[in-house]
């Protein structure tokens, strides 16, 4: 299963883009560095009960953000249901545990990558907010052919059972494309990522 399978009313929108603005108050959006020591291109925090982090020990959940010493902020209502209804809606079960809110700018890419970190083949829901983005989507090997899909604003995505572990990034933003009525004051984007961290 991997599909857009709704879209998001322009309300919900503006409310799931509160809701980042009000996590990454709490816990602010960082640039992390990958166990390569490349720095990601794109600047990223939790919500939830863990949150994702990266540094040359390499990437792992974390319950306490390094940054402020405190727990992430609990996964924003609506974001905690847009990922259950998702879920249900493809015969698929998830206990939504983090949303990474990942901000992309008009120059941000993120590469080919399978979602590894956690210890449960549960489904990843994702939730694009802002400019479109030029989705790369694979098969469970590096090396299998690829296509390109455009993620736009208040898209609902899926990656479960079958195709959970499939290779997947960012090519590009494609600036000036979120709705004008989002109310977003800056070219870029805000993908969030809904995972289940254990089993
Ligand atoms: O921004 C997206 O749509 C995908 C993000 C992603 O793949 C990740 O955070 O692992
Ligand atoms: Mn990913």
Known sequence: MIDVIRKLTIKEQRTVLRECQKVIQYAPLSRMTMPTGADFQYLCTSAGDYGLISDRKGYRYVSKNPITGLRFPAIPTLIHQIALE????CALRIRPETALVNWYDEDSQLGLHQDRTESTDAPVISISIGDDCV???GGPQRSDPRRKITLKSGDVFIMGA???FVFHGIEKIVPG?????LGLKQSGRFNINIRQVYH
Not at 86 to 89: G, L, T
Not at 177 to 181: K, Q, V
């Open 135 to 137: 989705f790369i989507v």
């Open 177 to 181: 494309t979120a709705p004008s009525t």
């Open 162 to 164: 079958e195709h959970r």
């Open 86 to 89: 998702a879920a249900q809606s």
